[in-house]
């Protein structure tokens, strides 16, 4: 599957509408530098009314057959390689137990109207000569903390087009760098050029309602407002899906997805190309043109 | 902003006109004023369209027609990543430091100096390069980083700035010697997906960022935004090297190699070795000849054509000893080719150049994140990836020629063929008869021998032959005094260079020097006789004469 340059172009047109559909920034007036402003300076807890709030917790479910785990060669790295048991170490791109998808990243991605200030700093590990996670999610703003968990040379290096990249070394355990991202952006591809199998996922939206689904294919997202939206479901090989939730004070909605593992195979890495709203499913692709 | 403009938009009354012109043009003095020129980006897209959008494309996205054989690629503008800044990763750079680059261009990529442009021009055209992102304008103006200053460089230095670059381990990309050999280098690619080299350290006339040790200590500070090469900032914060110990790993990467490109000679001097040849290419006594250096470029004249050559340079030494002729010759190449390790590299940059077709940004794309989609095999029809050897001619004419005529430096051709020395990194030395680019034609009885070693990214190359070829063989003479024509061709097989895409240069001359002992002995001798000859004309004619 190929898509032109213009899809990319009109689906990142249709995902700015959507934020700002979201009374999100689309970063036409936020200063999108990325220092280390953000995450401590908001250390103020917005106190949270439980009466007005309720929980999202599912599952990505996958029916399909799994696909072999792709085994990293760490050969490069014999400190690192000897992290992990015999199978030695694999990449976290399908990683699929007991029928449901990790490493999913789940937001909130229309109808939130107002959102508290991100509190503390995310945090990013290497360890292995991996991140982890593999996939995150930060709000716009929030501090990042990177950390070398490995005595040996990683960089970041950040890619996004919404935001500032950057491309820091961290040549020794125990270093931190501290970055953040302005202004939403799903997702933000890191990687180590180093180590050229290291690949970690950024997730920035405006607000805290987003979660990554866990191993077994969990995810719950909580405290979230009362009200009718438009949940997404990233992911890094079968793309995106969208379903409509609604909260009611209290309770906790169910809300699972469902992969057969084969909708999206091939897209193009942190480029929605289905985007579904509500009931509506938009196709971006060379047939619509 | 015009004044003209200003009240055409706006369409105010003659007084009130008159003086928001007037408040109109003092502003854009005071702007004047405070950096030096005014930038006006209507008028830098006329310069831009005109010198800059073949290149980096008319929207400022890196696409132009001619980026399809340029690696690494144009930049695009719409990032605002821009690789040479004085600002800290992630930030965008100052107007300084897009006016250093328009100025100075960027040294081993094909961006040149434009310092032809008017103050005027370059003010404009920076003012519309920004205008292709949204991120100018945002926030607060960009500021340099604190860089401090040099103090100072010697031996002390150097030696400390080795141990840095071992504690920022610089060897994962760049290798142990700097050559761009180091583990990582296969697997490098910029913020598109495209293949990127490591830098070659040794070549620091070809820095992108300049040569200077101000230069490189900041490139390492800031990073190259938008390739791997990463800011060492937070790491020199986290005490893995001192502030100092950053300006001394500046000095010794520029102690690897010269700060200006190496002075071009027509002609290399192959001198007599009294006390006998070296028998390799590691021999100690290789010191006492001269190196001559001879660029290389891609062989861009017949498809399928080379724009992105692994090798650009050669070191040649030569010595005889009156019997055989011995070359030693030397260049760099970050893959001990055919390597399985570059097979990933081979195909990108296989996939990335277009030679001969028009550029199409969405295949180029589609090519580079083929590696994510893996929906088509790629490779050969078996999805294999052809493994090339690295090789290297060297080119003389089979007919030694009286004149300036040369053989057409492309291997020659039917007319007039060339006599090469010919080494494959799999078969080893041997010679050729070429009549054209990839038409070598073995000459299995020339006694041509030698050898080659692959060290820490460099090639050294040792042929020896005699100067007079075997009866059988159909060789050339390589008599003392004579000036021969040479050329040098290379291939780097892990990039996928074979055949016709190589890496050639025009002709030289190679010279074998008459023994030492001769020349002063000769010489004076002639000279003598030429003198007394010369008198006893001139005692002749006074004699003949009135």
């Known amino acids: ?289 | 902003m015009k004044s003209d403009r200003l009240g055409g938009s706006t369409g105010l009354s003659g007084p009130v006109f008159l003086a928001s012109a007037l408040f109109a043009g003092m502003v854009v003095q005071l702007a004047a004023a405070a950096q030096g020129l005014a930038q006006d980006a209507e008028a830098g897209k006329v310069v831009y369209d005109l010198w800059c959008a073949e290149c980096h494309g008319v929207n400022g996205a890196g696409d132009g027609p001619a980026a399809a054989s340029m690696l690494p690629r144009p930049r695009d503008f719409t990032q605002a990543r821009y690789q040479i800044r004085r600002t800290g990763s992630g930030q965008l750079p100052t107007d300084d430091d897009i006016r250093a680059a328009i100025r100075d261009g960027l040294p081993g990529t094909t961006m040149p100096g434009w310092p032809n442009l008017s103050a005027r021009e370059t003010e404009d055209v920076i003012a519309y390069l920004k205008s292709f992102s949204r991120f100018f304008g945002m926030g607060d103006p960009p500021q340099p980083m604190e860089l401090g200053t040099d103090p100072g460089g010697g031996p002390a230095a150097i030696e400390s700035g080795a141990a840095a670059y071992l504690a920022l381990e610089c060897e994962a990309c760049h290798g142990p010697s700097g050559r761009g050999d180091g583990a990582s280098a296969p697997t490098l690619e910029d913020w598109r997906g495209f293949p990127i080299r490591a830098a070659d350290l040794s070549e620091v006339w070809l820095f992108n960022g300049g040569s200077s040790v101000d230069d490189i200590h900041t490139r390492v500070l800031t990073g190259l935004d938008g390739t791997p090469m990463p800011a060492a900032s937070d790491a020199m914060n986290a005490g893995v090297v001192t502030p100092e110990e950053v300006w001394a790993l500046a000095h010794y990467v520029a102690s690897l190699g010269p700060s200006q490109a190496p002075p071009l000679n027509e002609v290399v001097r192959v001198g007599r070795a009294e006390a006998g040849l070296p028998g390799d290419g590691d021999a100690d006594s290789w010191g006492q000849a001269e190196a001559f250096y001879f660029p290389l470029g891609g062989q861009v004249i017949e498809p399928p054509r080379n724009f992105a050559p692994t090798v650009d340079g050669v070191w040649v030494q030569g010595l005889h000893d009156g019997n055989d002729v011995a070359l030693r010759i030397q260049w760099n190449d970050p893959s001990r080719s055919p390597d399985p390790s570059w097979d990933e590299w081979q195909l990108k940059v296989s996939e990335t150049l277009d030679m001969d077709g028009a550029f199409d940004l969405d295949a180029s794309l589609a090519a580079v994140d083929a590696e994510i989609t893996e929906d088509e095999p790629r490779g050969d029809a078996e999805g294999e990836v052809p493994r090339y050897p690295d090789r290297f001619y060297v080119q003389f004419p089979f007919e030694i020629p009286t004149s300036s005529q040369r053989p057409y430096f492309l291997m020659g051709d039917a007319r007039n063929p060339v006599y090469l020395w010919t080494w494959d990194s799999e078969q080893g030395v041997g010679a050729a008869r070429g009549r054209g680019l990839a038409s070598a034609e073995e000459l299995p009885e020339d006694a041509v021998a030698g050898q080659a070693t692959w060290s820490e990214g460099r090639w050294t190359l040792y042929v020896r032959r005699a100067l007079v070829p075997d009866p059988e063989a159909d060789g050339i003479t390589f008599a003392e005094g004579a000036t021969i024509p040479v050329a040098f061709q290379a291939w780097d097989g892990s990039s996928g260079e074979t055949e016709r895409r190589s890496s050639i240069s025009t002709w030289y001359y190679i010279l074998l020097e008459p023994p030492a002992s001769n020349r002063v002995v000769v010489a004076p001798m002639i000279a003598m006789l030429l003198t007394g000859a010369f008198g006893l004309v001139l005692v002749r004619r006074a004699q003949s004469g009135d």
């Open chain 1, 1 to 289: 599957m190929r898509f032109d340059y213009r899809s990319r172009v009109a689906a990142a047109l249709l995902t700015g509408v959507l934020y700002a559909a979201c009374g999100g920034s689309d970063g036409g007036d936020a200063d999108a530098g990325n220092g280390e402003s953000g995450g401590e300076a908001a250390a103020e807890v917005a106190a949270i009314d439980p009466s007005t709030v309720g929980t999202i917790s599912g599952t990505i479910n996958f029916s399909g057959d799994a696909p072999a785990m792709e085994a990293i060669d760490m050969s490069a790295e014999p400190d690192c390689a000897a992290g992990f048991g015999d199978e030695g170490p694999m990449m976290q791109s399908v990683v699929v137990n007991g029928g449901g998808l990790a490493n999913v990243f789940v937001y909130l991605s229309a109808g939130v109207m107002d959102a508290p200030a991100p509190y503390g700093a995310a945090t990013l590990d290497q360890t292995n000569c991996r991140y982890a996670p593999h996939v995150m999610g930060v709000q716009a703003g929030q501090t990042i903390e990177i950390t070398n968990s490995d005595n040996l040379l990683h960089n970041i290096n950040a890619t996004p087009t919404e935001n500032r990249g950057f491309n820091i070394s961290q040549p020794r355990a125990g270093i931190t760098s501290r970055q953040s991202f302005a202004v939403a952006e799903v997702m933000v591809p890191l990687r180590c050029d180093v180590h050229g199998w290291m690949e970690a996922f950024v997730g920035v939206v405006d607000h805290p309602y987003f979660g990554v689904s866990g191993d077994g294919g969990m995810f719950t997202i909580s405290n979230v407002p009362a009200g009718t939206y438009t949940m997404t479901a990233w992911h890094e090989q079968y793309g995106t899906m969208g379903m409509e939730v609604t909260v009611t004070a209290g309770e906790t909605t169910m809300a699972d997805f469902d992969h057969t593992g084969l909708q999206m195979a091939g897209h193009l890495v942190g480029e929605p190309l289905v985007i579904h709203h509500g009931s509506d499913e938009v196709v971006f692709n060379r047939a619509q043109q």
